[in-house]
């Protein structure tokens, strides 16, 4: 298994801070404070930054030091990394969302098109709006069913208490061991344009996410969509044998 860079771990740690909000009002750290804090050397630190201003959290310029970027100025879009489930946590515990059960229903025909499932069958199905990224615009209209053999535990979920998966796997005495996405450029439909306040066929991004067992059987799964100006997806790569 390879280990993460320190200067990665370093910029997870700042990326989080920085959409936490922990520098609301401060001044952003200096190299040398951020080397002592974290005891890393400068490099470390440099490396770290740069990354964080490519993702655009945060700009450089010299002789004014480092300032966290606003959303404004990222083009009003929350910058998201969602490339693990700790990130995938992160965001939601970094947003606020509102769901709600729509009981017992089949998978839709185009959702299960797409990740290879039979249509039909009952789900119980939840919907939700996400907000986030310091404005009050929703960033995502989310849609999630759960299978059925699991219909007892997704009864009691409480959708604003954790995220869906983690509530299955304490409610029902399993583990979800993979999350695989399915992500997407997508049209917005009628009810999601009305939802999300934009106009119809505007340009959002689709995230199909399927939670899978130990067993490696679909038991969730998430159908989200982000507009286009208020949404980037950002998954970071290591380069092997660097």
């Known amino acids: 298994m390879a280990i993460k860079p320190r200067y990665r771990v370093l910029t997870d740690e700042l990326r989080v801070e920085i959409q936490r909000g922990d520098f609301q009002g401060k001044v952003f750290p200096t190299e040398a404070e951020l080397c ?3 005891s890393v050397s400068r490099f470390t630190v440099r490396e770290a930054l740069r990354a964080l201003q490519v993702d655009g959290l945060i700009a450089r310029k010299r ?3 480092t300032v966290i970027k606003p959303a404004a100025a990222r083009g009003g879009a929350l910058h998201q990394p969602l490339s693990n489930v700790g990130e995938i946590l992160q965001y939601a515990r970094d947003t ?9 229903g089949p998978l839709p025909r185009a959702i299960a098109e797409q990740i290879g499932l039979v249509a039909g069958g009952r789900w119980t199905r939840f919907h939700g709006m996400r907000t986030g990224g310091g404005s009050s615009q929703p960033i995502a209209t989310t849609d999630a069913y759960v299978i059925e053999a699991l219909s007892d535990a ?10 869906i998966f983690r509530q299955l796997e304490r409610l029902a005495g399993i583990k979800l061991m993979q999350v695989t996405q399915d992500i997407q450029a997508v049209s917005a439909s009628a009810e999601v344009a009305r939802e999300l306040g934009i ?8 995230i199909i996410r399927c939670y899978l067992d130990a067993d490696g059987k679909i038991v969730e799964i998430s159908v989200s969509h982000h507009p286009g100006d208020r949404f980037a997806y950002s998954m970071h790569i290591e380069v092997e044998g660097q």
Not at 154 to 163: H, I, K, L, N, Q
Not at 199 to 206: G, Q
């Open 36 to 38: 002592e804090r974290f």
């Open 63 to 65: 002789g004014s030091g």
């Open 96 to 104: 606020t969302a509102s769901f709600h059960s729509r009981g017992e």
């Open 154 to 163: 997704a009864a009691r979920v409480s959708p604003g208490e954790d995220t």
């Open 199 to 206: 106009t119809k066929r505007a340009p959002c991004l689709r």
